[in-house]
């Protein structure tokens, strides 16, 4: 086993590319939910590399990939996951623990700011795309300059 623990990447929703393969995304699944779990929030891990239930609830809901490097690691297990000893357990705890502590969120988006008749709207900049697009559609149509709205 190897001495390195990697952290999957926790992308945002909408920067997370599409697995459009139903039996890739079945087996990366399999292989996903049988990780050791990690800590009490939903952590698993492999050994070498640790995931959130946000990497599966994605994958299994929206078809959304998780991190590549952790994608093709699976793949080149032909995702079959190893037993995790005690051990190894142990380390990727500590892992987990130190990344949750030194995590860095997103950089902060800024409000969408926008004017309608009755005034000014001042939305969360970090909208889906889904949530940005019905915002476009009931104020029609797409913003031309970001963060602003005449």
Do not use: N
């Amino acid at each position: 086993m190897s001495s390195s623990i990697f952290i999957a990447r926790q992308d945002r929703e909408e920067d997370r590319p599409r697995l459009p393969d139903p039996k890739e995304r079945a087996r990366l699944l399999t292989y996903l939910g049988q990780g050791r779990p990690v800590g009490a929030d939903g952590a698993r891990t492999d050994g070498v590399w640790i995931w959130t239930e946000t990497d599966l609830r994605h994958l299994r809901d929206r078809a959304l990939r998780p991190d590549p490097e952790l994608c093709r690691h699976a793949a080149a297990r032909r995702y079959v996951p190893p037993q995790v000893d005690e051990t190894t357990a142990v380390r990727a705890e500590r892992a987990w623990q130190a990344a949750l502590l030194t995590r860095t969120p997103h950089p902060a988006t800024p409000p969408i700011v926008t004017g309608t008749e009755a005034g000014t709207l001042t939305v969360a900049g970090d909208l889906t795309a889904r949530e940005r697009a019905i915002l476009d559609e009931m104020l029609g149509g797409p913003d031309e300059t970001p963060g602003r709205r005449p």
